[in-house]
T-cell receptor
Framework: RKEVEQDPGPFNVPEGATVAFNCTYSNSASQSFFWYRQDCRKEPKLLMSVYSSGNEDGRFTAQLNRASQYISLLIRDSKLSDSATYLCVVNVSPGKLIFGQGTELSVKP | NAGVMQNPRHLVRRRGQEARLRCSPMKGHSHVYWYRQLPEEGLKFMVYLQKENIIDESGMPKERFSAEFPKEGPSILRIQQVVRGDSAAYFC????????????FGQGTRLTVV
């Protein structure tokens, strides 16, 4: 079983749609969780950290369920510029970030 | 404040040569990480270093690969006797602390072995 697993995608959605990505992780001792974004295999960039209480940043909402070892990302009112690969990332030990395979999102006009 | 700087951006090596990839972390960052992204695959952790120390090298291949982060100068990822399967994008990241702090990535070095 992979340490971090994501929906494989690709997700093809129209502008304005709401889209949800899911992610599960296997290491119950994991401490920190993040969503990163990668455009055209350039460098990954942090989108948001994920907390147990859930957190929201504009159109983006991230949730963490430690009991189920499950992380989600919700994007509302999708924009063309949201098209990218979204990476679920888990910090399993100090300094060691484990990346999921990534889910590709394509937002169409 | 410059971001994480990697060079070269593109590197072509013949089989059997050595590849040296450099990474200068963001100013004030003493934690450096190297990741590899093979074509059509996700990022894989290779090694985590702090100044002059290797903290976690569990993702490094046992042979031909080495990494260092000296007291002065950039972090170096060295690949000896490169093979075609080493062709990949190598990303370096740095952070202020270890666990839980944001890691900032460089633009990567794309290594092609011919």
């Amino acid at each position: 079983r992979k340490e971090v697993e994501q929906d494989p995608g690709p997700f093809n959605v129209p502008e304005g749609a709401t889209v949800a990505f899911n992610c599960t992780y296997s290491n119950s001792a994991s401490q920190s969780f993040f969503w990163y974004r990668q455009d055209c295999r350039k460098e990954p960039k942090l989108l948001m950290s994920v907390y147990s209480s859930g957190n929201e940043d504009g159109r983006f909402t991230a949730q963490l369920n430690r009991a189920s070892q499950y992380i989600s990302l919700l994007i509302r009112d999708s924009k063309l510029s949201d098209s990218a690969t979204y990476l679920c990332v888990v910090n399993v030990s100090p300094g060691k970030l484990i990346f999921g395979q990534g889910t590709e999102l394509s937002v169409k006009p | 404040n410059a971001g994480v700087m990697q060079n070269p951006r593109h590197l072509v090596r013949r089989r059997g040569q050595e590849a040296r990839l450099r990474c200068s972390p963001m100013k004030g960052h003493s934690h450096v990480y190297w990741y590899r992204q093979l074509p059509e695959e996700g990022l894989k952790f290779m090694v985590y270093l702090q100044k002059e120390n290797i903290i976690d090298e569990s993702g490094m291949p046992k042979e031909r690969f080495s990494a260092e982060f000296p007291k002065e100068g950039p972090s170096i990822l060295r690949i000896q006797q490169v093979v075609r399967g080493d062709s990949a994008a190598y990303f370096c990241a740095s952070s202020l602390g270890g666990s839980g702090t944001e890691a900032f990535f460089g633009q990567g070095t794309r290594l092609t072995v011919v």
